[in-house]
């Protein structure tokens, strides 16, 4: 979630102008739709707007393809991705309340769970079960993976997490793990990744939803976005590993549990800490956690994580300003979730 030095961030950029310029999804103008209790069941993207839709392989129902991409992440390979991770440079992050979100025309916007969605499972609501703070290595938690993707000949890895809607197969990451310049192509989510391990399968994406204001500026208040996952032998991710809940309006002071994929780790990392608002930003709070290096870039925030269950509520995502750090592995910042990151996901329900 760290700022990679400049060498490499040209170098990545350079790899994704001339890998996936020809293979540049086309985004669809889309807006998102309002619900009670989960996202809303798909019914199209006309009430959206600020929304942008990365489609992968609409109408591609052949097997073989997906099998094929999913063949490419052996053991070795996920082993040896990178870290994902690079600076925001687009516009500042707005200031001011984050109470009120400032009007923006650009902005995702359209009907919306103004409640969010709840865990899967029912969760305890006062922290009950949550560990001391501080990091600690973990074999894995079934609704968090690792986001693989490759540029060129070089493999890369970011964080995405499971959480609850209505279509029951959509993951969260940041919005620089999904586009850069241009889509990164044919991502492939390995949920509860360890040690080169797939234990729940290997799933590839239908199609992408990010904010207009990333793909066109990389405004790192919309530094966020959603993955529809394709069926996998006739189920769906969520069906498999579960979900956490989500919501929006949290404040600058939460007590959060995270669990991510750093550095070259084999096994992911996790982390109990308490969050402050980042200074002169927003919509962007910070906190502590031992070892977030480069990888981390979409791990969610929890709040009222249960270690019976390995799920919480989501308020937050890694990434925004720096890419969601400073070059200082020990302290992170996130994008805390509002009614323009439900706008989105909602969208992505909608429009599948």
């Given amino acids: 979630m760290h700022v990679h030095d400049s060498v490499r961030r040209s170098a990545l950029a350079g790899a994704v102008a001339l890998v996936l310029a020809a293979a540049m999804a086309a985004p669809a103008s889309a807006a998102m739709p309002r619900q009670s209790g989960n996202a809303a069941a798909p019914t199209g993207l006309a009430d959206y707007t600020g929304v942008e839709r990365l489609a992968d392989s609409d109408g591609d129902t052949d097997p073989s393809t997906d099998q094929a991409a999913e063949d490419v992440w052996t053991p070795e390979a996920m082993q040896a991705a990178r870290p994902m991770d690079r600076a925001t440079d687009g516009p500042a992050p707005s200031s001011g309340e984050a109470e009120t979100v400032p009007p923006d025309p650009d902005g995702p916007s359209g009907p919306i769970d103004e409640a969010g969605a709840e865990p899967a499972d029912s969760l305890p609501q006062d922290g009950t079960g949550m560990s001391p703070r501080g990091s600690w290595p973990s074999n894995g938690v079934p ?169 919480g509520v989501a308020i937050a995502s890694i990434g925004g300003v720096n890419g969601g750090g400073d070059g200082n592995d020990n302290v992170s910042s996130a994008v805390l979730w509002n009614s323009r990151t439900a706008a989105l996901l909602n969208a992505a329900v909608r429009g599948q």
């Fill in 143 to 311: 609704t968090v993976g690792a986001l693989f993707f490759k540029v060129g000949p070089v493999n890369w890895r970011c964080t995405g997490t499971v959480i609850n809607t209505g279509s029951r197969n959509i993951i969260a990451t940041a919005g620089h793990c999904i586009f850069m310049y241009a889509p990164f192509p044919n991502p492939v989510f390995v949920p509860g990744y360890h040690d080169g391990q797939a234990p729940y399968g290997k799933w590839t994406v239908k199609s992408r939803y990010i904010a207009t204001q990333w793909r066109k500026n990389r405004n790192p208040d919309y530094d966020y976005g959603f993955l529809v996952l394709k069926d996998q032998r006739g189920r769906r991710v969520q069906d498999v590993v579960g979900a956490n809940g989500w919501r929006t309006g949290a404040g600058y002071f939460n007590y959060s549990e995270l669990t991510a994929y750093p550095g070259n780790r084999s096994t992911s990392l996790q982390c109990i800490t308490s969050t402050h608002r980042l200074r002169n930003y927003t919509w962007h709070v910070e906190f502590p956690c031992d070892g977030f290096a480069n990888g981390v870039s979409g791990t969610l925030l929890m709040e009222n994580y249960s270690n019976d269950t390995q799920r």
